[in-house]
């Protein structure tokens, strides 16, 4: 039906695009990372967290598909950024030794799904700040699902990729 098409027009979109490693770019900032680790006493600029992503970190997701009122087929897709760029974003701007994950899983009290809580930890000057947010389990690898979700409305606290929640339809 209508809903296949669009997950086939889904997937060619998404892997329509070549994403091209600019070595130099992961060499400078493995120097970077490798200079900056256990430098607890150094300034972050935490506004940097809000920088936009490179095209490369973004993906997207179809959440929506239907006819509409027009009788004309539409797709709703949300853009997101990935797990792995978060984890890049803070490393460069925090430095790896200057911020840390936990883990919880929060149990609901009515029968249903297991959410996962992350907070990401940045220290600041001698202390550690974390901002917390909740994912519920996903359905294909549910904890490293709901960990990665969580994990990204967690960098969501601390302003990464907010931005965009903001795109226009």
Not at 27 to 32: K, S
Not at 40 to 52: G, K
Not at 86 to 108: F, S, Y
Request: hydrophobic share 35%; aromatic share 8%.
């Amino acid at each position: 039906g209508l809903a296949s098409q669009f997950a086939r027009l889904y997937h060619c979109f998404r892997h329509w695009k070549t994403v091209s490693v600019n070595v130099q770019k992961l060499n400078q900032r493995n120097v970077a990372m490798s200079s900056a680790v256990g430098n607890s006493s150094r300034s972050i600029d935490l506004s940097r967290l809000a920088e936009p992503f490179e095209e490369s970190d973004i993906e997207w997701r179809v959440v929506n598909t239907g006819i509409g009122s027009d009788s004309k087929p539409y797709c709703l897709v949300v853009a997101y950024c990935t797990n792995r760029a978060i984890q890049r974003r803070l490393d460069d701007v925090c430095g790896p030794g200057n911020w840390k994950n936990e883990a919880m899983t929060v149990h609901e009290l009515r029968t249903g799904p297991i959410a996962m809580q992350v907070g990401i930890s940045i220290r600041i000057g001698d202390e550690w700040v974390t901002k917390w947010d909740v994912s519920e389990t996903t359905q294909i690898e549910p904890a490293k699902g709901g960990f990665s979700g969580a994990m990204k409305r967690a960098g969501a606290q601390w302003g990464i990729g907010r931005y965009l929640y903001q795109l226009e339809e």
